[in-house]
């Protein structure tokens, strides 16, 4: 079972930032897509962002723009750059590996996740 463990997340105004990271205890990270979702109270979790072994990456429209995905094989994390935050950004986020090398589903784990709220 893959460990992934999420940081970086907390308490920002909006049109702030913050920058989650995800570690994976993965020798072999750099043949595996990776992504970030969010689950907000009441909703269910949705896609925000996804990179792929080869580094393509994929938004949701809602933070196409917004938010960046970036990877670091060398370091085995993949990072999500998050700017001009909204107060509907507020969810936990969590980090998840996929199971191939493209951003499509099935997922073999995730993260614990992390807080992220934005609020004045």
């Known amino acids: 079972q893959v460990q992934l463990v999420e940081s970086g997340g907390g308490l920002v105004q909006p049109g702030g930032s913050l920058t989650l990271s995800c570690v994976a205890s993965?020798?072999?990270?750099?043949?595996?897509?990776m992504g970030w979702y969010r689950q907000a109270p009441g909703n269910e979790r949705e896609f925000v962002a996804g990179i792929n072994s080869g580094g393509r990456t994929d938004y949701a429209d809602f933070v196409k723009g917004r938010f960046t995905i970036s990877r670091d094989n060398a370091k085995n994390t993949v990072d999500l750059q998050m700017n001009s935050l909204k107060p509907e950004d507020t969810a936990v986020y969590y980090c998840?590996?996929?199971?191939?090398?493209?951003?499509?589903?099935?997922?073999?784990?995730w993260g614990q996740g992390t807080q992220v709220t934005v609020s004045p």
């Open positions: 998840t590996k996929y199971s191939g090398s493209y951003v499509s589903p099935p997922f073999d784990s």
């Open positions: 993965l020798s072999t990270f750099s043949m595996y897509a």
